[in-house]
RNA sequence: GGGCAUUUAGCUCAGUUGGUAGAGCGUUCGAUUCACAUUCGAAAGGUCACUGGUUCGAAUCCAGUAAUGCCCACCA
């Protein structure tokens, strides 16, 4: 009837069908009927950013659970957006301001703002059409970004909120410091790279110390020895005048656990204002905490001669002054030590002292009597989030375990200003949602608010809740909260997916998800991680929708992947897939050609399914509908798309379309077919199954369709099972045929002895004819053996392909070995097994009759094959 | 140092309640105007890392070993 292009080209109908989607309404979260609706809220990606492979995976993986709830459930949301990711893009900023010579102090924080906001719009246009270019079916009109004016609402009121509950405090602590950001960065910001350095082992009074940091030291008075070190017994609560860097220091010795008499020389002295340990200690028994290094990573003035000095160029400096003062006892210059860094920038940490805002994740909230901690625990522990896969609820916990307090400031400029005032007549702090006018204890209207902002996880941890209008009762918020899935890299579980789940809990007092899908990261051929400084294996998923089409890429990303595994990903791949969707698109191409346009408007039932082949094609079919839609419920994505791609190739194209050629094809079956493997593999090929869709006439677009049901009145096991005979006698046919080296231009004549299963031998004749490239063909229920010819014998089935002047002795009695030493080898395990007094006294019934029925068969099969082998000369 | 994962065909990977090992790519042989050569038909190719255990039966469950990768902690 139609004809639609011989190729399907991607790059030709993407773009418009995207956009009718999007001005259908299509993508629009609506409410289901009944119940709460299916919602996912996306990871907002960096505003910063563009497309990489690691959103591509993620958009499909969405993508593919809101359209199939979308079908299965008339309604579904998933909801875009992007984040500000303050460090990330504040440096990115910087970086393009200094190719104009300027730094952000040169601009001031308005200035540098205004910049800020003018780049993230930029780039925020350029990563949105990168989503939709994915296929994206997100509901734009509900999209947000972290900076809006309603989600700062959410934050500020979240911050009060946690202040007056005690939560947030202020406290002077050792953070870890960015001296080239700048800013404090939380626990799991940092990274550790490992550097070979040198290890310093220096006389310090009675005792050798050892460090990579020496010029931390100058204030060192307390030496800690581990209290059962004999070595250091002696010198337990005693003081010495030490010569030290810039002359005498007075030092004590104190015994603490914390010394590992096994490490180094056994004693230590202790840095209070540079080391996490060593300011614990300080707090434990009261020792002064001085600052050696300032915000800039520069010495201070109490180094005295060295005072403004970076501190890691001045190393080498102090050591020398220490050589010459024999302070130095010798020099291990192989030590490698992991360096902690940035994770932004990559510059060395320095840990420092310096008041922070902190979330205290230990305190019992007071109305729910449980810490943050406990109740983030409790909600995994419980099962009402559930983690896929679930080793890593194991991690989760762990973290949550020994998470310390959470420093949220930042000395950034770009990010959520931390909602807290001061007025000059007290240092007490004013917090409050909206700037307060006036100070509230002397009415003075000059305030300041704090300068520093918010670390860039406190709003996105707010993400599912603040995007659907909290702390607004919104109708949203009651019909899409707690989402249903939030699906997301592994790689982002404690960043993110924990500190959703703390503020969730907190400010809703709902989790924020039922379940978390973590995927893998994508890898390169190698298994390496993919980098765009090795162009020969990095690949960009705009080039490949370019080049493939975006379902290609998507189904390239999908298939194969499980949760919480990497996956490697090459263009052969992507390839691979773009054949398939072009197979798709010919097999349509197919049945369209043989309909008549009244076939389209023709009504699909029970009555409509006549031959055998059409009960096998609708049966099979069944059993698919339900396969797909339980594990795409079980979240095998891989497993569902696979499943469908196999059978739509070499069931649906190979057999059924095959079968359908000439006399035998039944218009309203293959569109039947072709209409429910359209909708199954929409959510994982939204593309190409909408564009065929089209041609269809069908009123609604394939994106709004129904999801198929399985329907009990459309199963045929008995025809199922009679074509399945067919179809083996073919496949033998054409299997022995390569095995002879029968040219398929030779029309060879065949004989079928079909037994019980002679009518539908008979009724598929022409089919098996044309499919097994047979030339004359007789079907009967028994007959003689036919002189000259080779045997297939299947169950209760006998082929004679006739072969008088082309049978080659030789090569036939070489399969016919072959056969009988395979048959033979299955019989044995077989008889031994059923020799096995154990197994017909433990396996289940069902198994024993199985390889009984199996035995008998094969039993007889061998019995003539041998009989075969002894006649043929 | 602690934890986790992976190890299945030449390559990339599936394999959920334990019952003669699967796919794609690649390879080999055969097919040229058939919806599709982005195709079709066929084939070869595997001690399921290793050792032991449980079981009538193990790629699958348990214990141990090895290799690879990842995460956490971090030592002055």
């Known amino acids: 009837m139609k004809e639609i292009p011989k190729t399907y080209e991607a790059t030709e109908y993407e773009s418009k069908i995207y956009k009718k989607w999007e001005a259908s309404g299509a993508f629009k979260g609506k409410y289901k009927a009944k119940g709460k609706t299916f919602s996912i809220a996306m990871p907002p990606p960096n505003a910063t950013g563009t497309l990489h492979l ?86 734009w009109s509900r999209e ?31 953070v870890n410091w960015c001296p080239r950001c700048k800013s404090t960065l939380a626990d799991d910001e940092v990274e550790y790279k490992e550097k070979k350095g040198k290890f310093y082992f220096m006389k310090y009074g009675p005792v050798i110390i050892g460090t990579a940091r020496p010029e931390t030291k100058f204030l060192d008075k307390v030496i800690v020895v581990h209290p059962d070190d004999k070595r250091y017994k002696k010198y337990i609560g005693k003081s010495f005048d030490i010569p030290w860097i810039n002359g005498k220091v007075k030092a004590t010795v104190i015994a603490d656990k914390s010394s590992d008499p096994e490490f180094g020389t056994g004693a230590m002295t202790i840095t209070p204002a540079h080391s996490f340990i060593d300011f614990d200690l300080a707090k434990k028994y009261g020792f002064e905490v001085v600052k050696i290094i300032d915000e800039n990573g520069n010495l201070t003035d109490v180094t005295g001669e060295f005072a403004g000095m970076n501190a890691h160029e001045a190393r080498e400096k102090i050591v020398e002054k220490m050589e010459k003062h024999g302070l130095i006892d010798h020099i291990d210059e192989n030590y490698t030590h992991n360096l902690s860094v940035c994770y932004r920038c990559g510059t060395a940490i320095e840990p420092l002292p310096s008041d922070q805002w902190f979330i205290n994740v230990d305190k019992k909230l007071p109305k729910r009597g449980k810490s943050l901690k406990q109740m983030s625990i409790e909600a995994v522990k419980s099962k009402k989030i559930k983690i896929l896969p679930d080793r890593f609820e194991k991690i989760y916990f762990h973290w949550m375990n020994n998470l310390h307090d959470w420093c949220i400031s930042r000395q950034l400029w770009f990010g959520h200003q931390i909602p807290v005032w001061y007025c000059d007549c007290s240092k007490d702090p004013i917090v409050a949602i909206e700037p307060p006018k006036h100070c509230p204890k002397c009415k003075n209207t000059k305030l300041r608010q704090d300068p520093d902002t918010l670390d860039t996880w406190f709003s996105s941890g707010l993400w599912t809740f603040s995007t659907l209008g909290w702390p607004k009762k919104t109708d949203d918020m009651k019909h899409f909260h707690p989402t249903s899935v939030m699906e997301t890299g592994y790689d982002i579980l404690f960043f993110w997916i924990a500190r959703m789940i703390i503020m969730s809990l907190y400010a809703t007092n709902e989790i924020p998800f039922e379940t978390v899908y973590l995927h893998g990261l994508i890898r390169d051929k190698f298994g390496n991680k993919m980098s765009k400084s090795k162009p020969e294996t990095c690949i960009d998923p705009l080039d490949m929708i370019e080049k493939y089409g975006t379902d290609s890429v998507r189904l390239s990303l999908v298939i194969g992947g499980t949760p919480g595994n990497d996956m490697r990903l090459y263009e052969e791949k992507i390839a691979g897939y773009r054949n398939f969707v072009n197979k798709i698109w010919n097999a349509s191409r197919f049945v369209l050609m043989n309909l008549e346009s009244k076939d389209l408007k023709a009504k699909f039932t029970k009555s409509s399914v006549k031959s055998t082949a059409d009960k096998w094609m609708v049966d099979h079919l069944q059993h698919l509908i339900k396969h797909t839609t339980e594990l795409i419920d079980e979240f095998r994505f891989s497993e569902a798309g696979n499943n469908t791609y196999d059978f739509f190739w070499s069931i649906f194209c190979d057999w059924y379309l095959e079968i359908s050629k000439g006399e035998h094809k039944n218009p309203a079956v293959l569109l039947y077919t072709l209409k429910t493997l359209l909708k199954l593999l ?74 019980t299963k002679t009518a539908i031998f008979k009724e598929k004749a022409e089919i098996i004819k044309r499919m097994a490239q047979i030339g004359e063909l007789n079907i009967e229920k028994t007959g003689k053996p036919i002189p000259s010819s080779v045997r297939i014998f299947l169950s209760g089935i006998e082929i004679y392909i006739s072969l008088a002047g082309i049978i080659n002795v030789q090569e036939e009695r070489a399969r016919i070995e072959k056969d009988i030493k395979e048959k033979q080898g299955f019989l044995n395990t077989l008889e031994s097994r059923l020799n096995n007094k154990g197994f017909i006294a433990k396996a289940p019934k069902e198994v024993i009759e199985k390889e009984k029925a199996q035995q008998k068969a094969i039993t007889e099969m061998l019995k003539k094959l041998n009989l075969y082998k002894n006649a043929l000369n």
């Open 144 to 174: 947000r970004y972290t900076l809006d004016a309603d989600l700062s609402l959410a934050v500020r009121t979240v911050f009060k909120s946690m202040y007056e509950d005690g939560l947030i405090y202020r406290g002077y602590r050792i």
């Open 682 to 755: 929409h959510p994982f090929m939204p593309f190409v199954t909408e564009q065929i869709w089209s041609t269809l006439d069908e009123k609604k677009m394939l994106i709004l369709e129904e999801w198929p049901k399985f329907d009990k009145f459309l199963m045929f096991k008995k025809e199922e099972d009679l074509m399945q005979n067919v179809i083996s006698a073919i496949s033998e046919i054409r299997s022995t045929r390569a095995d002879l080296h029968i040219n398929n231009s030779v029309k060879i004549p065949v004989t079928i002895y079909a037994g």
């Open 54 to 139: 690691g959103h591509a995976v993620m958009l499909a993986i969405q993508d593919i659970m809101t359209r199939y709830h979308r079908m299965k459930d008339g309604a579904a949301l998933w909801l875009p957006g992007t984040d500000h990711a303050s460090i990330a893009t504040q440096n990115k900023v910087e970086q393009l301001i200094a190719k104009e010579g300027l730094t952000r102090h040169d601009l001031g924080r308005e200035k540098f703002l205004k910049r800020t906001a003018e780049f993230v719009a930029n780039s925020q246009n350029i990563i949105k059409n990168q989503i939709r270019s994915m296929g994206s079916s997100c509901d």
